[in-house]
């Protein structure tokens, strides 16, 4: 330290995601990155993952599936990524993994997507109340792409943050039409069928909706590797696991983000932006 004073200090970010790995794959790099600069980072995940693969790839409902050995393993795999990132503090609610849309695991009187938004919102403004953070990222109305615990994610964490007024900046994580095309692209030209991967539909939102753009291209070391400290669920990282190492590590390096109640034309490089 030379006595100056840290960019970060006296801010904190707080990002609520769904399940053990939603962290890295879309905040990684700003996880690691305003970790970096000295702003406090609080990392909440919702579920414990049960719906993940088990050994071998079993997924869940198939012969030899153990919800509860996959749970422990990838909290274990998540604590590891929150070790890569750096991120300050971990807090876990333990709700059980509804799996996509769907399956049967939905019905489960258990799973998150069924807990009373009020429990789940409650719990949620408690650690915004004690970690106080400026910023809190989430998913947006749609939870991404569906899943019923990234919409209950989203609906928890809206609740608490208008509960609480704690956050001045809400934001979504996002990813650009024109990012998704890109990456298609490029599997491409490398020879991977994107239709046998489930990439050859439309996916992301329209970039006009983008307001922030994150150059984390400095940590994209640490969020691959957190990424992969998953590694029970690496057969779910398909794009990642078919392209070359530079082209992975390009599209990689930069994080979208909506802030919510943005005015029109707001384009920020910085979700701090206005508070430093």
């Known amino acids: 330290m030379n006595g100056a004073t840290p960019a970060g200090q006296g801010l904190t970010l707080m990002a609520v995601h769904a399940h053990p790995d939603d962290e890295a794959i879309g905040t990684g790099g700003v996880l690691a990155r305003y970790s970096a600069e000295g702003v406090r980072t609080v990392l909440v995940t919702c579920t414990n993952g049960e719906q993940g693969d088990d050994d071998g790839g079993v997924k869940p409902g198939g012969d030899g599936h153990r919800p509860a050995e996959v749970a422990a393993r990838r909290l274990a795999e998540l604590r590891r990524s929150v070790e890569v990132l750096g991120v300050s503090a971990l807090e876990l609610l333990g709700y059980r993994d509804s799996g996509m849309d769907g399956w049967a695991a939905n019905n ?3 799973a998150f997507c069924n807990v009373a938004i009020e429990v789940a919102s409650e719990r949620l403004a408690a650690l915004m109340r004690r970690y106080r953070p400026q910023v809190v990222v989430t998913y947006d109305e749609n939870g991404g792409y569906g899943h019923p615990d990234h919409i209950q994610t989203h609906r928890a964490t809206l609740a608490a943050a208008e ?3 704690i956050p001045e900046k809400v934001y979504y994580s996002a990813f650009p039409k024109s990012a998704f095309a890109d990456i298609r692209r490029r599997l491409e030209e490398v020879g991977v ?8 539909g439309d996916f992301g939102i329209a970039d006009e909706l983008i307001t922030t753009t994150v150059d984390v291209s400095l940590y994209v070391g640490r969020k ?18 078919k392209l070359p190492e530079e082209v992975v590590m390009e599209g990689i390096s930069r994080e979208w983000f909506t802030l919510r109640g943005a005015p029109a034309g707001t384009a920020e490089d910085d979700l701090f932006a206005g508070l430093r």
């Open 193 to 200: 069928n994107v239709e046998e991967l489930g990439l050859s």
């Open 108 to 110: 489960d009187p258990e």
């Open 163 to 165: 509960a609480t007024g």
């Open 224 to 241: 691959r590797e957190a990424l992969f400290a998953h590694e029970s669920q690496s057969d779910n990282f398909g794009p990642f696991t």
